[in-house]
């Protein structure tokens, strides 16, 4: 079963807009991760955010972690097109050994100019 | 090279047919994972590795799957007797950390974009 789940499934703006996506996750967790996908191929790491912190800064990025709910959000402000893209989170579950990640489905971006 | 790379980057097969798929880690990275990606979902869970042992392979769907990393570095997933349910993105990362632990971020490849006909 899928330890993560997004949420919305698709998002679609304008440029120049903020898009919040949304994490659920099921079991306690050592950290989560947001990845980023361009058509179906390799996955770029964005953020991870430890058990133990609450929020985390990337240049456009914000991630933030509630653990008490099991939920993450990502934003990206100020969208871009280029910013079009699939994204991921991840979490390693806290009694996994070897720090396999469970994803979530995904949350299909798209940025309209 | 600097990232993670796999070979082939695509491979179209007939059904029955054995294939490997092999991934180049980041240099010196000790942890290896590979995950499957079906068109539409995340990508789940195979196997890791450990420097050269398979240290959880929970994920390989059955016995026509095996992976190998016999010097600790490159791997090669193995695909038995293929079925046109293979079809997928297969994708490789490495971490330079053992993992389980308070830092895991994986590095990913391109993936190899495998369809069996």
């Known amino acids: 079963s899928q330890q993560g789940e997004e949420d919305p499934q698709a998002l679609s703006i304008q440029e120049g807009e903020n898009a919040t996506m949304n994490c659920s996750y099921k079991?306690?967790?050592?950290?989560l991760q947001w990845y980023r996908q361009n058509s179906g191929r390799g996955l770029v790491h964005l953020i991870l955010?430890?058990?133990?912190?609450r929020e985390k800064h990337s240049g456009r990025l914000r991630v933030t972690l509630d653990t008490s709910k099991k939920s993450s959000s990502l934003l990206i402000t100020a969208s871009r097109a280029a910013d079009t893209a699939s994204y991921f989170c991840?979490?390693?579950?806290?009694?996994?050994?070897?720090?396999?990640?469970?994803f979530g489905q995904g949350t299909e971006l798209s940025v309209k100019p | 090279g600097a990232g993670v790379s796999q070979t082939p980057s695509n491979k179209v097969t007939e059904k029955g047919k054995y294939v490997e798929l092999r991934c180049d880690p980041i240099s010196g990275h000790t942890a290896l994972y590979w995950y499957r990606q079906s068109l539409g979902q995340g990508p789940e869970f195979l196997i890791y590795f450990q420097g050269t042992g398979a240290a959880d392979d929970s994920g390989l769907p059955n016995d026509r799957f095996f992976a190998v990393r016999p010097e600790g570095s490159v791997s090669t997933l193995k695909i038995q007797r293929t079925e046109r349910g293979d079809s997928a993105v297969y994708l490789c990362?490495?971490?330079?950390?053992?993992?389980?632990?308070?830092?895991?971020?994986?590095?990913f490849g391109p993936g190899t974009r495998l369809t069996v006909l």
């Open positions: 079991t306690s967790i050592n950290n």
């Open positions: 991840a979490t390693d579950g806290f009694y996994n050994q070897g720090g396999k990640l469970i």
């Open positions: 990362a490495s971490s330079l950390t053992r993992g389980g632990g308070r830092y895991n971020e994986q590095f």
């Open positions: 955010i430890r058990s133990n912190e």
